[in-house]
T-cell receptor, first 115, second 117 residues
Framework: NAGVMQNPRHLVRRRGQEARLRCSPM?????VYWYRQLPEEGLKFMVY????????ESGMPKERFSAEFPKEGPSILRIQQVVRGDSAAYFC?????????????FGPGTRLTVL | AQSVAQPEDQVNVAEGNPLTVKCTYS??????LFWYVQYPNRGLQFLLK??????LVKGSYGFEAEFNKSQTSFHLKKPSALVSDSALYFC???????????????FGKGTHLIIQP
């Protein structure tokens, strides 16, 4: 059973460009979470999605950031008009059960660098 | 709001000695507590969790954690450290409420564990 997959692993963008980060959850998992990790910081929750639904996006910045988890295909975290402060590691996690008790399984992350 | 504190940025332990990585939490209602480990340039790996029941939880790679409700703590322990245990360790909590960010895990800032040969 393959783990959570994220691509690309590394992404370089210039200021003002768009970044698209992809996450394929573990087989059988329908709950997806996105987190952001800044250098020397813990992970910060961004958004929780189930298939075709955003359940909790209270951790998402109000502008430029969006997420989706379509019926078919991976979950996408989209950052429009990137700025240097968006440089971070973005982790996706999935779980087979809804919160709160299930553990989350994390992908290897996408490291975004904004030049 | 829920929060996690890991008071030590770094813990140094000699190989073969017992280790403890500290974690305290604040959450509304019953806590759901987790420990994860992160190796350089890798994602987080699940170690163990406390949901309910026995206060001593056993997890992967010989790690265990003790839930103490009165002290709101969930310290990670291992009786005999290995050099390969050197990594970054995160404590995380989730409360029983729904929404408002509570669906995600709230992480501490992490503790670097260094095991010296």
């Amino acid at each position: 059973n393959a783990g959570v997959m994220q691509n690309p692993r590394h992404l370089v963008r210039r200021r003002g460009q768009e970044a698209r980060l992809r996450c394929s959850p573990m087989k059988g998992h329908s709950h997806v979470y996105w987190y952001r990790q800044l250098p020397e910081e813990g992970l910060k929750f961004m958004v929780y999605l189930q298939k075709e639904n955003i359940i909790d996006e209270s951790g998402m910045p109000k502008e430029r950031f969006s997420a989706e988890f379509p019926k078919e295909g991976p979950s996408i975290l989209r950052i429009q008009q990137v700025v240097r402060g968006d440089s971070a590691a973005y982790f996706c996690a999935s779980s087979p059960t809804r919160p709160p008790s299930g553990e989350q399984f994390f992908g290897p992350g996408t490291r975004l660098t904004v030049l | 709001a829920q929060s996690v504190a890991q008071p030590e940025d770094q813990v140094n332990v000699a190989e073969g000695n017992p280790l403890t990585v500290k974690c305290t939490y604040s959450v509304s209602g019953n806590p759901y507590l987790f420990w994860y480990v992160q190796y350089p340039n890798r994602g987080l790996q699940f170690l163990l969790k406390y949901i309910t029941g026995d206060n001593l939880v056993k997890g992967s790679y010989g790690f265990e954690a003790e839930f103490n409700k009165s002290q709101t703590s969930f310290h990670l322990k291992k009786p005999s450290a290995l050099v390969s245990d050197s990594a970054l360790y995160f404590c995380a909590v989730r409360g029983g409420q729904v929404g408002g960010g509570a669906d995600g895990l709230t992480f501490g800032k992490g503790t670097h564990l260094i095991i010296q040969p």
